[in-house]
């Protein structure tokens, strides 16, 4: 059985015209899609806002400003019949490129070779669709 552990991690709110950029996930179990700001593990010896902006830079390639810290969330979920428990750390952040926020989806790479969808997504659609953003708490502390 693989060791359980609470995982640290720092994500980012990055918003624009009233859409934030997340990544689309499948749980294989549920058959559920879920979305998901980008962000990571928080390194040891690193703080929640230097791993938020490296993990930008590792998976999207772009740099960051503006890290501003908004709250954290205790988030314990299942995903894909695995257990998970999660102190995460929220952030809102900016893009230094306005590029950024012109394209509909980036393209994102995780650690071991998958390639992530990113996009963009209306506020207001997690607001009726709940659950669909997660940590489910998100959506009341990004406002």
């Not at 624009?16 to 990571?40: C, H, N, Q, W």
């Not at 428990?85 to 900016?94: P, Q």
Request: net charge negative; proline share 3%.
């Amino acid at each position: 059985m693989k060791k359980q552990r609470i995982r640290p991690i720092a994500i980012g709110v990055f918003e624009s015209a009233g859409r934030i950029l997340v990544y689309e996930g499948y749980d294989t179990v549920k058959e559920k899609y879920f979305y998901r700001p980008l962000g990571g593990g928080i390194e040891f010896g690193e703080t929640g806002a230097q791993a938020l902006v490296r993990e930008m830079r590792e998976e999207t390639g772009e740099e960051i400003k503006d890290v501003d810290f908004l709250g954290m969330i205790e988030s314990i979920f299942t995903c894909n019949g695995d257990p998970g428990h999660e102190i995460v750390l929220v952030y809102r952040a900016a893009f230094c490129s306005d590029e950024v926020y012109l394209r509909e989806e980036l393209t994102a790479g995780e650690d071991d070779g998958t390639v992530i969808r990113v996009r963009w997504m209306e506020k207001e659609w997690f607001r009726v669709h709940p659950g669909m953003l997660v940590p489910e708490e998100l959506v009341g502390l990004i406002g």
